[in-house]
């Protein structure tokens, strides 16, 4: 079992910018992949970002891609999603999840991949 705990989310104005964290506890967070995933009310969920065990392969949403960066710091067992630029859309909750990887270079952003999810963190952009 892996648990995580996202913290870091808030009300942010337009064009500002937050980090969320990702803890996790439980099981060497070193040996899974990571992502993270948001959801709007009346939305499905959708990928944000998601990235290696090891941390040296990274994927993106388009809606994204140059103002979000995912990054991980094993030692910490914990992950990270710098947000920038931040627009009233990116307002959603915010989950991460992690997946068992037996590859160092394996990502995916389908949810239905991740076998562990943390209960979410609120992050909500004013315009």
């Known amino acids: 079992q892996v648990q995580l705990v996202e913290s870091g989310g808030g009300l942010v104005q337009a064009g500002g910018s937050l980090r969320l964290s990702c803890a996790a506890s439980g099981r060497t967070f070193s040996s899974y992949a990571m992502g993270w995933f948001r959801q709007a009310p009346g939305k499905e969920r959708e990928a944000v970002a998601a990235i290696s065990r090891s941390g040296a392969s990274v994927d993106y949403a388009d809606s994204v891609k140059g103002r979000f960066t995912i990054s991980r710091d094993n030692a910490k067992n914990t992950g990270y999603l710098q947000m920038n630029s931040l627009k009233p859309e990116d307002t959603a909750v915010y989950y991460c999840?992690?997946?068992?990887?037996?590859?160092?270079?394996?990502?995916?952003?389908?949810?239905?991949?991740?076998?562990?999810w943390g209960q979410g963190t609120q992050v909500t952009v004013s315009s």
């Open positions: 999840a992690a997946k068992y990887s037996y590859t160092y270079y394996y990502t995916s952003t389908e949810g239905g991949e991740y076998d562990y």
